[in-house]
């Protein structure tokens, strides 16, 4: 590269030298900046740094300057404070949908958007070897997929797969292709899942993304968005335990006090809770019934009853005399 292009390169150089190696523990002299600029073949003086310093700042880019006894700049405010980059990296690493290959790319990416000093602070929060993890490495496009055709207006045609015990893949429809409408991605369980019209079966579905294969979209335009407008996205996950679709019904619930916490976590703020004596509390409810509904309750033991309606009692009761009987 010729020298006098390099020099029409030097506030980037400064730029990209500020935002990976400065930060408020670790400020960067004008020496320093000097010294860096000549890796590249830049030859640079103090009062030239000095301008670039200020054409940046006067860019944009928050760069301060330490007197006393460690001076010298760094970039202050950045797109994304050190918290923030740490809670997503939590949030990539806690998600099942990304793979692991895929989310310690990710984390490199965040990585950069901090300090090569507080870039260190975010490799010790990655925890990603023997956490479970998708094995579709496709899944992360499989995303962007259907969101284009969302965007688009578009159906989309996918096959749909479970792992068999010898996890292997098993092809729902003996491999034969879903036509479907995608209408939303919604997070659930550590989960990404579509939700898509059948107009097969004239009703609304929900799939897991990480189970879809071959995700084509196709030149239809979308159907079932009269039935789409009438979800509720927000009340959908409440309803639905573990994406298990099941019966819709009102269920009324006896809670031991202390679990209004739980309860809130699941319904919502908006779920009405009444005093049942001091020690307890109802609560009404929409559920689509399904076994991990039953396990989700179970899983409070003699802390919660189902009061109605009454044939739900009974499915609860001949559940859990089922899962007695087996362990007899």
Known sequence: MARSTNQKLKPLYLLQYLLRQSDEAHPVTVADMIEELAKHGISAERKSVYDD??????????????????????????????????????????????TEKKTLALIRKLEGLASVHDARLLERQV?????????????????????????????????????????ERHFRRDGAFYVLSPFALMWDDENYYMLAWDEAEARMKHFRVDKMNRIETIEQERQGKAAFEKVDMSAYSKKVFGMFTGQESRVKLRFVNHLAGAVIDRFGKDALLLPDGKEHFTVSVDVAVSPLFFAWVFGFGTDVEILAPEALRREARDTARKIAEMYE
């Open 53 to 98: 310093l200020e054409a940046l700042h006067s860019f944009g880019v928050d760069v301060v300057q330490l007197r006393g006894r460690q001076p010298g700049y760094y970039v202050g405010r950045r797109d994304f404070e050190v918290a923030e980059l740490k809670l997503l990296v939590d949030s990539i690493q806690g998600s099942k949908f990304i």
């Open 127 to 167: 925890f990603v070897r023997n956490r479970v993890k998708s094995m579709n490495e496709s899944v992360y496009y499989n995303v962007d997929e259907i969101s284009n055709a969302i965007n688009r207006d578009r159906q989309i045609r996918f096959r749909y797969f479970e792992f068999t015990v010898e996890k």
